[in-house]
């Protein structure tokens, strides 16, 4: 490898070039035609599932009732609020036009974690004048903890770090290129919820009074750790494989026959359903709202005490992102439905291995896939390219519960049906 090929390679792997993405969207027109359909096939129906009615991830098409509730989680959405009221008064009528939905709109469920093939909602950071994107981002400041920020920042900067690696793509693999919309109006009593979307980042944030539904929460990047460049040293997700690896590794032998689902991640080695070139082996990603997922691998009722809290430290690593309140809430519900969690696993569990996780319950649906390369050209699934997503099933995602509850409780005559 000369030395021209190391600045552009990671870990022995090199760019894919000639992707047919500009300005993060994936332009069809410049395919040739026999893979015009093609690509357009591999993309997830987005738009269309968007206009069905929410009914949420379910284990049997089913709706399990009466999960969510009505609370005070003692979080004050004053500074979110405030946030968000603020970004809005900086903005021009056309902007404030293109970024502000009603509070129920389809838009919330029209994002995807690589490139749309459709004209985006909302705005992007990019195109903000300084002070509006930092008003922005002031927004995700203010809903967030300090980790949940720090890892949607990161995350930005990641992608960022992309470009520069693979010295491509550079009006797409940027820190700010991500669209932002609100929902309903910012409220400290009221319904009302902002979404940042993009490449490795989505993040849909509900808020009603003093409560929170962070979901769904999609954050990858590729690769993990920016080990040059403008953004040398930051790294993602490695809480989240630890406790991972953590919980793995304490399974008793008949607990991992169990739980482990397929001893290889290797695209060879697993069905074609659980080796797609854009979800990898994860179920709950983009247009995925409505999926029927049963249960599979383990059921957490089998574990000792010793495990059981083995696996609430690594659901904690995910719901540390949300402020204490809503966090303490989040992982109460977690706990009450502990005897209902499985947990499945595919690949190895050694330290440089590649593998994917899946922890489910009524409450929560947590995914964690070790991907092969998108923009690098390992055809096979490596732990420096990581998706992760949180949803909450059973109708919770987009706190469309939530909103139902609200509505019937103080508005009768509004009612949302998606």
Not at 108 to 134: C, K, T, V, Y
Not at 160 to 175: F, N, S, V, W
Not at 212 to 225: H, S
Request: some cysteine; charged content about 25%.
């Amino acid at each position: 490898m000369d030395a021209e090929d190391e600045t552009t390679h990671y870990r022995g792997f090199g760019p894919v070039l000639g992707l047919p993405i500009q300005d993060a969207r994936v332009d069809l027109a410049a395919l040739p035609p026999h893979l015009r359909e093609v690509v357009r096939e591999a993309f997830p129906p987005v738009l269309a599932r968007a206009k069905e009615p929410l009914v949420g991830i379910t284990t049997d098409g089913h709706v399990v009732p009466d999960l969510f509730a009505i609370e005070d989680t003692g979080w004050n959405p004053g500074p979110a609020s405030r946030a968000a009221t603020a970004f809005l008064d900086c903005l021009t009528p056309t902007q404030r036009e293109d970024v502000l939905f009603a509070v129920d709109a389809d838009e919330w469920r029209m994002w995807i974690n690589a490139f749309p093939n459709w004209d985006p909602h909302g705005l992007s950071l990019e195109d903000l004048e300084p002070a509006q994107r930092e008003r922005a981002l002031a927004i995700l400041e203010a809903s967030l903890s300090a980790t949940g920020f720090c890892d949607a920042r990161t995350a930005m900067k990641l992608n960022a770090a992309l470009g520069e690696l693979i010295g491509q793509y550079r009006d797409t693999l940027t820190e700010y290129r991500y669209s932002i919309a609100l929902f309903g109006t910012p409220s400290t009593t009221q319904p009302w919820g902002w979404q940042l979307w993009g490449h490795h980042l989505d993040v849909h944030c509900f808020v009603v009074g003093r409560q929170m539904v962070l979901t769904p929460t999609f954050i990858g990047a590729e690769p993990t750790v920016a080990d040059r460049g403008t953004h040398k040293g930051l790294r993602l997700f490695d809480e989240q494989r630890t406790a991972g690896l953590d919980l793995r590794r304490g399974l008793r032998p008949e607990q991992a026959r169990r739980a482990v689902l397929h001893t290889s991640i290797r695209t060879p080695d697993l069905p074609a359903e659980l080796a797609d070139p854009v979800n990898g082996r994860h179920l709950g990603g983009a247009a995925q709202d409505n999926r029927v997922i049963p249960y599979a691998g383990l059921p957490a009722g089998e574990l000792s005490h010793r495990q059981w809290e083995s696996l609430l430290r690594l659901v904690n690593t995910y719901a540390r992102r949300l402020p204490d309140g809503p966090a303490a809430a989040f992982m109460e519900r977690v706990e009450r439905h502990l005897g209902d969690t499985h947990i499945a696993w595919i690949g190895g569990s050694g330290d440089d291995d590649a593998f994917y996780y899946r922890i489910h319950s009524p409450v929560v649906l947590i995914e964690y896939d070790c991907h092969q390369g998108v923009f690098l050209d390992n055809d096979q699934p490596e732990p420096f390219h990581v998706h992760t997503i949180v949803r909450t099933p059973n109708g919770g995602d987009y706190g469309r519960d939530l909103l139902r509850r609200h509505l019937t409780r103080h508005h009768p005559q509004q009612r949302t049906g998606r």
